[in-house]
Structure formats: C-alpha cells, structure tokens
Nanobody, 119 residues
Framework: QVQLVESGGGLVQAGGSLRLSCAAS????????MGWFRQAPGKERELVTS????????YYADSVKGRFTISRDNTKNTVYLQMNNLEPEDTAVYYC????????????WGQGTQVTVSS
C-alpha cells in the first residue's frame, strides 16, 4: 500500500523558512514524478514544484522560483521542499503527490500539512 506522509509545516513569520518532508513507502518510485501542491482557502489546488525521482529534473511555478527548492533522498525515499523568504501568500495546506512518469494525473496523495505565514 502506497503511503505519502508529509511533515514540517507550521507557523512562520514573513521572510522566514520552513522545510517540508514527504516520506514515501509501499512501492518503488524510480519511475515516478513527485510533486508538491498547495491549496489556500477559497482557491484551487495548484502545483508548486515537482521532481523526477530518477534524474532529479525539476519544475517550479513562477510564484516560487528562486525561493523554493525541491530535492529527494533516494536512500530515505523522502522528498523535501525547502521554502525560503516565505510570504503571507504562501499560506496554504501543502500536499505531496506522486504520478507515473509519462502520465498526467497524480494518483497518490499525502494527507497535507498546514503552512501559515504571518505578516
């Protein structure tokens, strides 16, 4: 059974940093793309960043480029999201997700972790 478990959310002041972790288990993810999504109250869920598990190819939404960094540790089966220079607009529930490489839909999701940035 596939499980994605996020951790690391919390409350931080604007300009601060947080690191989210996503521990993946239940299968081999070498042919998967791992993504971080976020959903703010009243807004649609959006893809923030993603990384291919085998080559480490990354994608970033324009809103987080230069501030967020996604990485993965193959030995720990864990994906990280380092968030620097946080802004109040980054406040949202952050979700880790996985999809097969070459497919468009993410079919595995974590439970989400709350990130709140105060001004």
């Amino acid at each position: 059974q596939v499980q994605l478990v996020e951790s690391g959310g919390g409350l931080v002041q604007a300009g601060g940093s947080l690191r989210l972790s996503c521990a993946a288990s239940g299968r081999t993810f070498s042919s998967y793309v791992m993504g971080w999504f976020r959903q703010a109250p009243g807004k649609e869920r959006e893809l923030v960043t993603s990384i291919t598990w085998n080559r480490g190819t990354t994608y970033y939404a324009d809103s987080v480029k230069g501030r967020f960094t996604i990485s993965r540790d193959n030995t720990k089966n864990t994906v990280y999201l380092q968030m620097n220079n946080l802004e109040p607009e980054d406040t949202a529930v952050y979700y880790c997700a996985a999809r097969r490489y070459g497919f468009s839909s993410y079919n595995y999701w974590g439970q989400g972790t709350q990130v709140t940035v105060s001004s």
